[in-house]
């Protein structure tokens, strides 16, 4: 083979490699972790690292996540907390204090609920030491978050629950974020373990205009209790993704009629417990 050809050859390898690491750099994706009974979510930002939605209860996410990076490096840099029962924050702490971080948010930082006072007793006060003094976040319906990824949409985080005076709302479930991502044409809407009323309620007109043609992923409220059932979801939304986060429990999660009235409209429902980690790329 001639000098020249092998030239060639090596600069075709070469674009190849880089067009290979420019699409893994630029690849996006979302996984609902398998983390039994309890929510997790963790986002694949490329360039910009990894974001994770709840926390799970126990190390099932510390292990989850070894599929994605290397233990002890943790390159979780947001941190999106739906409430603060404990199947959605248990593991948090640990896995806060262990992570490269920027922020947190969630939804009673400068409230005193119970929870969030039993939140907070899970760091320890050295914990608290190492995070930066601004890194929890109160968020509130009306609020949006944009984080620019290289080559790519910006990702749009709205807050569409709760509202300001969040003290007001006595049952924890109906606190949860309720948060449409919004990437490009993407759109997946987390409801942490809000209750079907008020999952209606924040879908307005304004919202359904966010959301071009269809809703990708509808992650489903209360790991599938009928309690979460949204008529305006079944009306108005047709999602193509239902995701039901759910493990072994004496609830009965996920309701049998959760699960019919989401296939009757066509929605794919992916389980968890059934399938292991769900993913999508965006
Ligand atoms: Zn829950």
């Known amino acids: 083979m001639s000098g020249k050809n092998l030239v060639i050859i090596g600069l075709l390898f070469y674009f190849f490699l880089a067009l290979n ?38 190390l099932s996410v510390d292990y989850s996540i070894l599929s994605f990076m290397t233990y002890p490096v943790c390159k979780i840099r947001f941190f999106y907390i739906s409430h603060f029962h404990a199947d959605h924050t248990k593991n948090l702490p640990s896995l806060i204090t262990r992570c490269s971080k920027s922020f947190a948010t969630f939804n009673d930082v400068s409230g005193y609920s119970f929870s969030k006072t ?8 050295n914990m608290f030491l190492n995070l930066p003094p601004d890194f929890f976040k109160d968020v509130q319906s009306g609020q949006m978050f944009s984080h620019t990824i290289l080559g790519r949409p910006n990702l749009q985080i709205y807050i569409l629950w709760p509202p300001e005076d969040v003290s007001k709302i006595k049952n924890e479930n109906d606190r949860s974020l309720i948060m449409l991502f919004n990437f490009g044409t993407y759109e997946i809407l987390f409801t942490g373990d ?44 047709h999602p193509l993704h239902c ?4 493990g072994a429990n004496k609830f009965g999660h996920p309701s049998p009629q959760v699960i019919g009235d989401l296939e009757g409209i066509g929605c794919r429902v992916h389980i968890t417990s059934e399938e292991g980690n769900v993913e999508f790329t965006l």
Do not use: C, W
């Open 194 to 237: 809000a209750s079907g009323e008020i999952i209606d309620s924040v879908l307005t007109p304004a919202v359904l205009k966010l959301i071009d043609g269809s809703l990708e992923v509808y992650k489903v409220p209360h790991h599938g209790s009928i309690t979460g059932r949204s008529q305006a979801i079944l009306d108005k939304l």
């Open 118 to 125: 039993t939140f907070a007793g899970l760091f320890s006060k």
């Open 243 to 246: 995701v039901i986060s759910v």
């Open 21 to 58: 690491f420019r699409y893994k750099s630029n690849s996006i994706s979302v996984t609902f972790l398998n983390v039994g009974q309890g929510d997790a979510a963790i986002f694949n930002l490329g360039n910009l690292g990894y974001m994770l939605i709840d926390g799970g209860t126990d």
